[in-house]
């Protein structure tokens, strides 16, 4: 060709979702494509307009699915000026396929994840006005051996997004911020009742250390100096590699000593599964953020069983008490479903025990509604939406009043702050603390931000507090980390 395809990516969801289309982005550019803006016409300076641009969906409840849809017909919009093709992929895409095709007519295709091997040539196909047949979903969890031994040999041959690690073709850095999601794995193996991402997603399937690692490396050569470690369950990793579930408690310390990287955070543990060993790595490795990422989703032993989960208001609140006497500042953030089938008064008010008594970082509240496929769907006991929508504000409530307390406590204390984002002469700058994960946990707001730059590990003080974010007042620009050379005082602070 004498000019390059042109793509566009377009990502909704998660920071899994983040990675893949990373991954996409370095498959289309390995096979000569060039990545631009999907509506140019919005910056006159952006350039030439897409050929195709390529939505890479959410599926995960019924807000993120009509967040898919409404971007994919903006899309569209955007199409019909331009002349460019529109294309599903992503986990609405896998989930609905030929469904979604038929019902939304304005996009030109609906590929899945098995087309992400080949999503050149298929992107093509589409320019070619030979577009593929509508994706056929299939539950992804038969894919793969029952056995969690067997299947890192047997994912080589079933799409598993972000898992394999190519130098310099799987992955393409989509924006340049200091910090980049890292995936550790793909699928899940529980069976929640009220959750379908198993069957889009498929069995869990670690990555390889070898593959992380490196990929680490990569991310801190392209001047990432914070990764976040997600999956569909960080505490499985390794459960089908030859060291086992300690995988993840060897592999921390070695990514917490990789040049360049300053910070590693771990999401997505299930509570039932973290063992003390991890525990204590995640709290006291130098490197490695004193964060946890916990699904508690509830705190009634009766909802949790309904749920096919395991737990309690006294193990959840032990739990946090051995996190906070091996670090006292650490952060703890979980997710809650309210309003779950057969959720009585009193289990609400266990909830709200739990969460008082927890002094949690941040809480997501959402409330239950039925996903197609899923356990719960035909359960009994089902509450009106209206008492749902009531639970929900009443939890609310609560929450922004103890995050609020939460944050007020660090008011004193010496956090270590990356800096995300500066205003033009750089006196506005907003960052994160080890405590903040990315979008969902509050922000760190620097009084006078006079010098710095997005990418600077800060050493500051925190002076108050505006509901979960925090007003600081910095102290000391850190140096980028060489292993070894920044000790655990320096790359940490107290909070």
């Not at 038929?102 to 093509?124: I, Q």
């Not at 390889?208 to 690692?213: E, R, T």
Request: charged share 25%; with cysteine.
């Amino acid at each position: 060709m004498s000019t390059p395809r042109r793509a566009a990516l377009l990502t909704l969801g998660c920071a899994r979702n983040e990675v893949d289309s990373e991954e996409l982005a370095g498959r289309l550019v390995g096979s000569g494509w060039e990545l631009v803006e999907a509506d140019p016409g919005a910056d006159p300076d952006a350039g030439p307009p897409p050929d195709v641009i390529v939505v890479n969906t959410c599926g995960f409840v019924e807000q993120a699915k009509k967040d898919s849809i409404d971007t994919l017909l903006a899309a569209s919009d955007v199409a019909k000026v331009s002349g460019a093709k529109v294309v599903a992929v992503g986990c609405l895409a896998e989930r609905y396929g030929a469904e979604l095709a038929a019902s939304l007519p304005e996009a030109d295709a609906v590929l899945g994840f098995d087309a992400y091997p080949e999503l050149a040539e298929r992107l093509g196909d589409v320019l070619g006005g030979h577009a593929p047949a509508p994706h056929v979903p299939v539950d992804r969890r038969t894919l793969l051996p029952i056995a969690p031994v067997q299947r890192p040999a047997a994912a080589a041959d079933v799409a598993v997004p972000g898992h394999a690690w190519v130098p310099d073709l799987s992955r393409r850095r989509l924006d340049d911020r200091p910090v980049a999601p890292l995936k550790l794995a793909s699928g899940c193996d529980r069976r929640c009742a009220f959750c379908a991402i198993p069957s889009f997603r498929g069995a869990f399937v670690s990555r390889p250390p070898a593959d992380v690692l490196a990929e680490a490396t990569w991310l801190a050569g392209q001047g990432v100096r914070e990764i976040v470690l997600v999956s569909e369950n960080s505490t499985s990793y390794g459960k089908d590699l030859p060291g086992g579930t300690r995988a993840l408690v060897d592999l921390l310390p070695k990514l917490g000593a990789v040049p360049g990287i300053d910070r590693v955070r771990v999401s997505y543990l299930q509570p039932a599964e973290v063992r003390p060993d991890l525990l204590r790595v995640i709290a006291t490795t130098p490197g490695v953020a004193p964060y946890f990422d916990l699904s508690f989703q509830h705190a009634s032993p009766s909802v949790l069983r309904r749920m096919r989960r395991f737990g309690s208001r006294t193990d959840f609140l032990d739990l946090c008490e051995r996190i906070r006497a091996l670090a006292p500042e650490a952060g703890i953030r979980s997710n809650v479903i309210v309003g779950f089938p057969g959720e009585t008064e009193d289990d609400l008010a266990e909830l709200e025990a739990f969460l008082t008594g927890a002094r949690l970082d941040a809480v997501g509240v959402f409330g239950y509604s039925d996903e197609d496929g899923t356990e719960a769907e035909g359960y009994d006991g089902k509450l009106p939406a209206e008492e749902v929508a009531a639970r929900v504000s009443r939890i609310c409530e609560l929450v922004d009043e103890l995050m609020a307390q939460r944050a007020e406590d660090r008011v004193g204390t010496e956090v270590t702050v990356l800096i995300e984002r500066c205003s033009g002469d750089a006196a506005e700058c907003t960052g994160r603390a080890e405590h903040q994960a990315p979008e969902v946990d509050g922000e760190c707001i620097v009084e006078d931000g006079s010098g710095l730059e997005v990418g600077d590990l800060v050493r500051a003080v925190v002076v108050g507090a505006e509901g979960t974010d925090l007003v600081v007042s910095a102290r000391e620009v850190l140096p980028r980390a060489v292993a070894g050379s920044v000790p655990a005082a320096a790359a940490r602070g107290s909070g």
